[in-house]
C-alpha cells in the first residue's frame, strides 16, 4: 500500500528546477510532503486535501489530482538548502484518520 | 515546547535481548505512530495509536509491541531482537481531523542488532 515515488534520485545545478512524483493504487484523502537532511527527522513541508488543491511553501509547490490519485511536488529554482530525500505520505480514505504510509523517498542533490 | 522526544538516540543490542524505545510528545496529539526507516525503503510504519487504549498495527509489525496507556507516550518493544531489526526509528505524533495535520517526528533512535 506504499505510494510509489518517481524518480528515485534527481541531480540539479543550482537554479533549476525539477519535479518529483507520487502515486497511489488507493482513494486518498490527503497527501503529504516531507524533506529528510541525513542524520535528521524528516520535516513537514505541505499537505494537500482531496479537491485537487495548489499549494506552495518558499519556491517548492505541490499539487493533486484527485481522478489519477497523484500528487507532484514542484522545487523551482533550486537552491543549495533543496538537497536532501523527499517522502510523500499518503493517507488512505479507508484507513485511520493520521495513518500516513511513505514512499522509499527521492533523493535531491542541488549542486553549486 | 520539546515536541515528540525518544530516548535512546543509539542503541546496540545482541540478538535475543528485548528492549523498549521510549517516545513521548508534549502536543495533545491524538495520533502516535512508529516507523522504521531502511535505506532505498522509505519509512514504513510498525504500529500506530489513535488514542489511549487503542494501538493497530501498520506494514511491519512482526517482532514489535506497542502499549498506549496515556495519550503522551507511546513505547515500542523489541521482544527478542533480531539482526533484521537494524535500522532507524522513529515516532512521530499528529492531531488529525483538523486543517494543519502535519506529522511530528523524534530525532530518531539508531539501532544496531548484532
Known amino acids: 500500500q506504499q505510494p510509489v515515488q518517481s524518480p528515485q534520485a534527481v541531480i540539479l545545478r543550482e537554479g533549476e528546477d525539477a519535479v518529483i512524483n507520487c502515486s497511489s493504487s488507493k482513494a486518498l484523502y490527503s497527501v503529504h510532503w516531507y524533506r529528510q537532511k541525513h542524520g535528521e527527522a524528516p520535516v513537514f513541508l505541505m499537505i494537500l486535501l482531496k479537491g485537487g488543491e495548489q499549494k506552495g511553501h518558499e519556491k517548492i509547490s505541490a499539487s493533486f489530482n484527485e481522478k489519477k490519485q497523484q500528487s507532484s511536488l514542484y522545487l523551482t529554482a533550486s537552491q543549495l538548502s533543496y538537497s536532501g530525500t523527499y517522502f510523500c505520505g499518503t493517507e488512505i480514505q479507508t484507513d485511520s484518520w493520521g495513518k500516513l504510509q511513505f514512499g522509499a523517498g527521492t533523493q535531491v542533490v542541488v549542486t553549486p | 515546547n520539546a515536541g515528540v522526544t525518544q530516548t535512546p538516540k543509539f542503541q546496540v543490542l545482541k540478538t535475543g535481548q528485548s528492549m523498549t524505545l521510549q517516545c513521548a510528545q508534549d502536543?495533545?496529539?491524538?495520533?502516535m505512530s512508529w516507523y522504521r526507516q531502511d535505506p532505498g525503503m522509505g519509512l514504513r510504519l510498525i504500529h500506530y495509536s489513535v488514542g489511549a487504549g487503542i494501538t493497530d498495527q501498520g506494514e511491519v509489525p512482526n517482532g514489535y509491541n506497542v502499549s498506549r496507556s496515556t495519550t503522551e507516550d507511546f513505547p515500542l518493544r523489541l521482544l527478542s531482537a533480531a539482526p533484521s531489526q537494524t535500522s532507524v526509528y522513529f515516532c512521530a505524533s499528529s492531531s488529525p481531523g483538523h486543517m494543519n495535520t502535519e506529522a511530528f517526528f523524534g530525532q530518531g533512535t539508531r539501532l544496531t542488532v548484532v
Open positions: 502536543m495533545n496529539h491524538e495520533y
